[in-house]
């Protein structure tokens, strides 16, 4: 069975000290493909040294709502340029996040950095990877008014079946993460929503480790627990669900 991580962050400071061997064991149980998703320029440069270094790991590169203070709109010009290298297979992660940010008119600028990602990847012809926390009715609105032309991702998607609906109705794929597994997160009704054409596995590493491995550094080895508990709310087996996300992963991201 392989298994594709379409959300990992190798290029994060919590790998600095042992990356090149949680790859190769990554590898070794049997996830045969992952993304390193950048979310800053520096993240992104780092993504892409880390793919270049492996056959089977490919990346993102963006400027997350999260990281943007300090930038300039113009400072985008540095992701289209590094977004041109061919193990780039899409913009992100980008999008919007209330829940940290309060600000009126830092949201306003989340926004502007939004959609002018969605500009380089239609210029591109890449999908993007979405991040979306607290913002479902704006991000809805951006992605209706400034459309991707390969559309893409809401990763580690939030439970809400609303936003679930209306992602893919504009085509999007759902990626869930190890947030699904835990006790108390009522994933049941979100993953039947998404059907097995749009559904995809992804562990956001070192964040968000799934049960029973909560309060650890979290790796792609256990993108696993999350396709368990997606076959278990399909009523699919293990390896059935592996295959799917990962030929989802092979469609998305046009490998």
Known sequence: MKLFDTHSHYND???????????????????????CI????KSSRKAIEIAESHENIYCTCGVSPNDIE??????????????????????????????????INMRELQKQF????IEISNRLDLPITIHT??????TIKILKENKCVNTGIFHCCPLN???IKDGLKL?????????ITFKNSKPE???ETVPLDKILIETDSPYLSPEPFRGKRNDSRNVIEVARKIAEIKNKTLEEIGEITYQNGIKVYKL
């Open 161 to 163: 079946v609303e936003l």
């Open 70 to 103: 300090g930038l300039k709109l113009e400072d985008l010009k540095q992701i289209e340029e590094m977004a041109k290298n061919p193990k780039v297979l899409a913009i992100g992660e980008i999008g919007l996040d209330y829940y940290w940010e309060k600000d």
């Open 171 to 179: 085509g999007y794929y759902i990626s869930f993460s190890g947030t």
């Open 189 to 191: 009704l979100p993953v």
């Open 38 to 41: 950048g979310y800053n320029i």
């Open 114 to 117: 939004f959609i002018k990602q």
């Open 133 to 138: 926390r607290d913002a479902y009715l704006d």
């Open 13 to 35: 400071e919590k790998f600095d000290e042992d990356r090149e061997e949680i790859i190769k064991a990554t590898f070794e149980s049997g996830v045969d493909k992952f993304m």
